[in-house]
């Protein structure tokens, strides 16, 4: 017993947190389409950040939905999901208080999720009880980001691994570079995809802020990875870079 003890408590201390951020945008829920992960047929994949009153922590809820599920399985799921809720644990939100509008008009139970969210140019929000969340369309999503480990001096950082998720694929994406000084004080230090830290970077943490848009020029929320500390480094030439530098391109 006390050796599994200590096994949970070294468990508990090693365990790495991801560096990796996603802002949705409070009281908004993302509806995307796309192919199931075992590519067996399509599916809702359903984000929303809820500002839950009283007043509390904003409460992330994500969900995959099949296209044939109804609008009354789909209340239900978000329902059994709130009811989890320290806040709203002993609060149970009636079948009248919490609805689906299209239009400013409630949809029936016996819908189906696809007769409302494919190919919908209308105005659809989620009410519960006196919220409203509105209902956002294939937003583009960057569901992961990745940057390699360490960080040197003089050598270029760039994100990778990107996950655009679901059916929707970012066209542009805006990026901003901050040195987190030793005070928590960020400081802007690049705009481009790449950047290369410099003697000022060292022992200080840099953090990539990621805003997609999508081929209609309509933003996503923002994303942020947060890198090691920019170690010191005694290298002074880098053969490959110089080497990837003075090729030819059109050679293979």
Request: aromatic share 10%; net charge positive; glycine share 4%.
């Amino acid at each position: 017993m006390k050796y599994l003890i200590k096994l949970h408590e070294y468990r508990c201390i090693k365990r790495k947190m991801s560096s990796f951020k996603i802002h949705l945008w409070e009281n908004t829920m993302f509806v995307n389409s796309g192919p199931k992960s075992d590519g067996t047929g399509l599916q809702f994949n359903i984000s929303l950040m809820l500002s839950i009153k009283p007043p509390s922590k904003p409460r992330k809820i994500n969900m995959c939905r099949k296209p044939q599920d109804t609008i009354d399985m789909f209340l239900e799921r978000i329902k059994l999901k709130l009811s989890s809720d320290y806040v709203l644990k002993t609060q149970n939100i009636g079948k009248t208080e919490i609805e689906l509008q299209k239009d400013g008009i409630r949809v029936c139970d016996d819908a189906t999720l696809s007769d409302i969210f494919e190919n919908n140019n209308s105005t659809t929000c989620l009410l519960i009880r006196d919220m409203y969340i509105n209902v956002v369309y294939n937003a583009p999503i960057l569901n992961n980001i990745k940057l390699n480990k360490p960080s040197y001096e003089k050598l270029m950082l760039y994100p990778y691994g990107f996950d655009n998720g679901f059916n929707v694929s970012s066209t542009h994406i805006n990026y901003l570079w901050y040195r987190i000084t030793p005070k928590k004080q960020e400081i802007e230090v690049g705009c481009q995809m790449a950047y290369t830290p410099t003697a000022e970077d060292i022992d200080c943490c840099l953090k990539l802020v990621c805003k997609p848009y999508n081929e209609k020029g309509s933003p996503g929320p923002t994303a942020e990875i947060l890198s090691s500390k920019v170690l010191k480094n005694t290298i002074d030439i880098y053969p490959h870079e110089n080497r990837l530098k003075e090729r030819d391109y059109n050679q293979r």
